[in-house]
């Protein structure tokens, strides 16, 4: 036998994964979108007498033992009208659920590292801190030749979130960027 490095193992069977499936409570689905894998290919492994192999087999061990990381990994239901996935590359960081008309936020950071969530150690940020952070993902108001920068990206005048609308507020130094949904 050759020696193993994790105390995982290396298969498991289509009863394993519907059995933890139950228990999170999920759809096959749903188990699929948190596989990262198909919903055919989840019912396939369940009617499956064959072995599994493959990252699927870590991941039922870790929801085996850590089941409330399915909770923690769940996007909510959007707050407000307006949401905002903060980026690293595909990795979503944090979800900003923004009402610019009441001034409220609503934040859910999906990282631990705190130099790549939004607000940083900040768990509920004010709307002034929003808008400060909106800005930063911004070219600075005092920026020379602002008025070419705008007339380029078709806006009127310095507007954070309209700017970011057009650039995804993307910086040249980093790999991090805005999608937003209204």
Same mark, same amino acid.
């Given at each position: 036998?050759?020696?193993?490095?994790?105390?995982?193992?290396?298969?498991?069977?289509?009863?394993?994964?519907?059995?933890?499936?139950?228990?999170?409570?999920?759809?096959?689905?749903?188990?699929?979108?948190?596989?990262?894998?198909?919903?055919?290919?989840?019912?396939?492994?369940?009617?499956?007498?064959?072995?599994?192999?493959?990252?699927?087999?870590?991941?039922?061990? $870790? =929801? +085996? @033992?850590?089941?409330?990381?399915?909770? #923690?990994?769940?996007?909510?239901?959007?707050?407000? %009208?307006? *949401?905002?996935?903060?980026?690293?590359?595909?990795?979503?960081?944090?979800?900003?659920?923004?009402?610019?008309?009441?001034?409220?936020?609503?934040?859910?950071?999906?990282?631990?590292?705190?130099?790549?969530?939004?607000?940083?150690?900040?768990?509920?940020?004010?709307?002034?801190?929003?808008?400060?952070?909106?800005?930063?993902?911004?070219?600075?108001?005092?920026?020379?030749?602002?008025?070419? $920068? =705008? +007339? @380029?990206?078709?806006?009127?005048?310095? #507007?954070?979130?309209?700017?970011?609308?057009?650039? %995804?507020? *993307?910086?040249?130094?980093?790999?991090?960027?805005?999608?937003?949904?209204?």
């Amino acid at each position: 036998m050759k020696s193993k490095k994790y105390a995982v193992s290396d298969v498991l069977n289509g009863n394993d994964i519907k059995r933890i499936r139950k228990k999170l409570q999920l759809t096959q689905g749903e188990f699929a979108e948190l596989g990262n894998v198909s919903a055919k290919t989840i019912e396939r492994w369940e009617s499956s007498s064959k072995p599994i192999t493959g990252p699927i087999v870590t991941l039922v061990k $870790i =929801l +085996k @033992e850590y089941p409330q990381i399915e909770e #923690e990994l769940k996007i909510p239901v959007r707050e407000y %009208q307006m *949401r905002l996935w903060y980026m690293y590359k595909e990795e979503i960081c944090t979800i900003i659920d923004a009402d610019e008309r009441e001034r409220k936020i609503k934040i859910y950071n999906y990282t631990k590292n705190y130099s790549f969530r939004a607000f940083g150690r900040e768990e509920k940020p004010s709307f002034e801190q929003y808008e400060e952070f909106l800005e930063s993902r911004c070219f600075p108001r005092s920026r020379d030749k602002m008025k070419l $920068i =705008l +007339k @380029e990206l078709n806006l009127p005048f310095y #507007e954070p979130l309209m700017i970011i609308e057009k650039t %995804q507020g *993307r910086m040249a130094e980093d790999d991090f960027w805005i999608k937003i949904e209204r």
